[in-house]
């Protein structure tokens, strides 16, 4: 079955507690990327990747790290969590898209983080 | 830069009611129009898209058209059932080469009996 995975699906986690989420696709997709979802505020992309070693900053990358050593895998580092970085984490992945193509985008089902 | 509006929720609607979402976009080009929906406690899931102007998507008696000439793209569904409860987000695609997706806010649907 065609799938992006996220883990953990929920953490608990205190302030300066370094995280990794991870999260992996079974497509063989070129891009992937993390949004985080907060109310109010729709879903904003943290990092996006796409391809292997191939990694850029989106809207709201501070205080988030990525990293893309395999095209399955694109784990979300949290180097030093706050508060403010308490929010529900989605993984999406796509091919990679061309000039005048459509590729739907697949997402995970979502990390519930809270940072205290 | 590109942006997406929907209309503010929580809409609350009576099974086999007519649905309409709002969504207006301001975007450089002909992005691709799209809509997702995300059940409680699970994913984003694709509900349907249009690629360019005057396209119908449509699925599950959802349908949305792309009308470039009002920068909309508004969900309706013409008779709503509880399971339709969920939240409803807008998006576009710049189809320049990049795959960033760019989402309004999210309207918050839900059905009573």
């Known amino acids: 079955e065609a799938q992006v995975t996220q883990n953990p699906r929920y953490l608990i986690t205190v302030t300066g507690k370094k995280l990794t989420v991870t999260c992996s696709q079974n497509m063989n997709h070129e891009y992937m990327s993390w949004y985080r979802q907060d109310p109010g505020l729709g879903l904003r992309q943290i990092y996006y990747?796409?391809?292997?070693?191939?990694?850029d900053k989106g809207d709201v990358p501070e205080g988030y790290k990525v990293s893309r050593k395999e095209k399955r895998n694109f784990p979300l580092i949290l180097e030093s969590p706050s508060p403010n970085q308490t929010s529900l984490y989605f993984c999406?992945?796509?091919?990679?898209?061309?000039?005048?193509?459509?590729?739907?985008?697949?997402f995970g089902p979502g990390t519930r983080l809270t940072v205290l | 830069g590109d942006s997406v509006t929907q209309m503010e929720g929580p809409v609350t609607l009576s099974e086999e009611a007519f649905l309409t979402i709002n969504c207006t976009y301001t975007?450089?080009?002909?992005?691709?129009l799209f809509w997702y929906v995300q059940y409680p406690g699970e994913g984003l899931q694709l509900l349907l898209k249009?690629?360019?102007?005057?396209d119908k998507g449509s699925n599950k008696g959802f349908e949305a058209t792309y009308r470039k000439e009002t920068t909309s793209f508004h969900l309706e569904k013409g008779s709503v059932q509880v399971s339709d409860s969920a939240v409803y987000f807008c998006?576009?695609?710049?189809?320049?080469?990049?795959?960033?997706?760019?989402f309004g806010t999210g309207t918050q649907l839900k059905v009573e009996l």
């Open positions: 249009a690629t360019k102007a005057d």
């Open positions: 998006a576009l695609l710049y189809t320049g080469g990049g795959n960033k997706l760019t």
């Open positions: 990747s796409m391809n292997v070693e191939v990694t």
């Open positions: 999406a992945s796509s091919l990679r898209s061309r000039q005048g193509r459509t590729d739907t985008q697949y």
């Open positions: 975007a450089t080009g002909y992005p691709s």
